[in-house]
């Protein structure tokens, strides 16, 4: 069994259009999206068109479950830019999402299989910045699932952990959001890959062990950090352009 892992899209088109070029240029054929696909200042609507042509197998993703939870007054900021653009058809595309996907011995959620917004593999530390979680940590998350391989996003962050005697679980980082700040918190809480590139990952059983490629897409932002400064979000325009926050 062998899948390209995407996640955490959040209406970058042109980081998507890379990484699916990247994917479909490897013969790839089977892609499996880990949600939070729209949201952002950048192409919403351009971004579910090309996934909905894909009809790939995705999962949903808190910030994909906040855009039809809620009405339109009391949603966050991240929805609130792009909820006045989207359809119907898109927002039925979004709840047609699942909490989990499993194949055979291999499961797929956002966050955690219980929880869209809960991070399985890192924690917010010390300074509000991202840690790993300690591995007591990560295995109390897995409950009695059979699952050899796990593919979960939302922390943005690339990266694999083996449970002794339990499975591989492999985070392959996210498509278009390499960077972001929430100074709702104090200090705020900064995330930064320090990588303009758009992040996805191939993973694959070989002799019965998974292993998981991380791919780094170098692609050109300029569009895209044009469509953010345009609606006056300039950290993300830097964030995009950098993986870095000034
Ligand atoms: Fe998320």
Redesign the pocket.
Known sequence: MKFALIS?IHGNRSALEAVLANIDARGIQQIINL??CLSSPLDAVGTAEILMARNLPTVL???DRQLFDRPASEMGLWEAWVIDDLHDSHINWLKSFSKTITYDDVLFC??TMED??EMWLHAEGPQNRMINRDRAEVADRLGDTAATLIGC????TADLVRLPGGPAIVNPGSVGCPAFLDDRLDPPFVFQTGSPDARYAIVEKVNDTWRADFIAVPYDPTEMAALARSKGVEDWAQALETGWLA
């Open positions: 955490d949600g939070d993703g808190n910030h956002h966050g869209d917004n996003g939302h922390t943005h």
